[in-house]
């Protein structure tokens, strides 16, 4: 097999070393900003809407659900603290594509994808109202962004619209970049900000937050606690990557870990090094790809690449500190900006992603129509989220609306084989990935088979 770009002209293990030393290992995010405290569930309650999570799902599922009807008793219930989880710990692209792309929806939705490109468009549009409306501190940056093309066969797979080299690198200059694409729609935002100001917006609103009260039991609309149980008419589960409470759905999603860098605030002479002047989203074309942007201090978050599977799915604090992910990123980076060798990682982190079969979000009810969930954004869910928000609210309403009708939240995903052979399979289709990006695209059987039965995927 061939070498990626990746790999040549790689920086020395001293170099990498002294950019990574001084770095904490923690979110960006979350040390950038005071946390909020929310109080833990004393003892019984009573609601009409339940939420489990207190991330993205759970706070768009509050604040919607209090919009639509002020009178309605609404509490969320979080394990740990609001907004810690992939909340506080995703890049912050904020894009409009409900199916992981276009490309994604169109081999899965060929029928409708065009109504879901414009319902995802519309929902970014209500988010950024949303933001207004609330005069919500989020950071939100209306920025578009741009695919960027790395190795000669990805140039093939670029648009109509595509731009060469010197037209990418008059936008960022990267001596990677073999050519890209710049659409308009996405956004950018400060992720943990979010989830604060969701959390903010849902207590003026009236909505009720416990923090640190994990929820151990769903027995049919009653959550059972450690402290006491909330008796609820209606319960909207938004877990995330964490153990769902339905067993329907406990093979449907596995958590992936990502992981992610953060560099210290670039000097005005390093950002004019590398310019970015329209401060876009980037991400590469490969299987196994990059996204990066900036932040509004201009420091640089470089993330994705290396998604880790754990054997037996579990979600697991010593994960978080991959030393091999965070010095192969750091490698990566430097190669992206050699113009930028001796900048130093203030931040590394990692967290799990609630990966399902078909990379975007499914969504369902239980208990007679009484429980809603939404789950496997896949690491898409920034704005996916408050559309699931929405799509859980219409079901618990019980009447059919333009988005419960679509095909993509009628269907479900095909769910991961049960241990061991989840880790055989995932860790078997990562090595395909890789192969694929080092055979300049061209996919093997595996994941050939895979496209077939509607397991693909690439990004």
């Given amino acids: 097999m ?10 020395g293990a001293s170099v990498v070393s002294a950019a990574l030393d001084s770095s904490t290992l923690g979110s960006y995010w979350i040390d950038s900003v005071t946390r909020p405290r929310y109080p833990a569930l004393e003892s019984d309650a009573h609601a009409d809407l339940a939420i489990v999570g207190g991330g993205y799902s759970g706070l768009w599922t509050a604040v919607l659900a209090k919009e639509r009807d002020p009178d309605r008793d609404v509490i969320v ?41 414009a319902l995802g468009n519309e929902n970014l549009d209500q988010i950024q109202a949303t933001v207004a409306r609330y005069g919500m501190d989020v950071e939100f940056e209306r920025t578009g962004g741009i695919t960027v093309a790395v190795e000669a066969h990805q140039l093939e797979w670029l648009g109509e619209d595509a731009l060469d080299a010197a037209a990418v690198r008059a936008l960022v200059d990267s001596p990677t970049y073999l050519g890209g694409e710049l659409d308009v729609a996405g956004a950018l935002v400060h992720p943990y900000k979010l989830a604060t100001e969701l959390a903010r917006v849902a207590t ?26 909330v008796h609820a008419r209606q319960v909207a589960l938004g877990t995330n990557a964490f153990r769902p409470l339905l067993r329907r759905n406990r093979l449907m999603t596995v958590p992936v870990y990502d992981y992610v860098l953060v560099t210290e605030p670039l000097t005005d002479a390093q950002m004019a090094s590398i310019g970015w002047q329209g401060r ?11 996204y990066y942007r900036l932040t509004a201090d201009n420091r640089i978050l470089f993330g ?32 992206t900006f050699p113009q930028l060798t001796g900048v130093r990682f203030t931040h590394r982190w990692a967290g799990a992603i609630d990966t399902c079969s078909r990379f975007s979000a499914f969504f369902g009810a239980a208990r007679g129509g009484a429980v809603a969930y939404a789950l496997g954004y896949t690491g898409l869910g920034v704005a996916a989220t408050r559309f699931g928000a929405n799509v859980m609210l219409d079901l618990l309403a019980g009447q059919p609306t333009e988005r419960t009708e679509l095909d993509m939240v009628r269907s479900r995903p095909l769910p991961f084989p049960p241990e061991p052979l989840a880790s055989a399979g995932i860790n078997l289709t990562r090595r395909s990935l890789n192969k694929a990006d080092h055979r300049h695209g061209r996919r093997d059987v595996l994941l050939r088979a895979l496209d077939a039965v509607g397991m693909g995927f690439d990004s």
């Avoid at 276009?102 to 994808?113: C, M």
């Avoid at 003026?204 to 149980?229: C, H, M, Q, S, Y």
């Fill in 204 to 229: 003026d609103l009236g909505v009720r937050i416990f923090e640190r009260t994990p929820v151990l039991e769903l027995k049919g609309t009653d959550l059972v606690t450690a402290a006491g149980t």
């Fill in 280 to 290: 876009q989203g980037i991400g590469d074309m490969g299987n196994q790809f990059h």
């Fill in 304 to 335: 994705g690449y290396d998604a880790i599977y754990h054997a037996g799915g579990r979600i697991r604090r010593e994960y978080e500190d991959r030393r091999e992910s965070f010095e192969m990123l750091a490698r990566h980076f430097l190669i």
């Fill in 77 to 117: 219930l979080e394990g740990g603290r609001i907004g810690g989880a992939a909340s506080g710990r995703n890049g912050g692209f904020c894009e409009p594509s409900l199916t992981h792309g276009r490309a994604n929806g169109e081999s899965r939705w060929p029928q409708e994808v065009d109504a879901l490109d």
């Fill in 2 to 11: 061939g070498s990626t770009v990746f790999e040549r002209g790689a920086p």
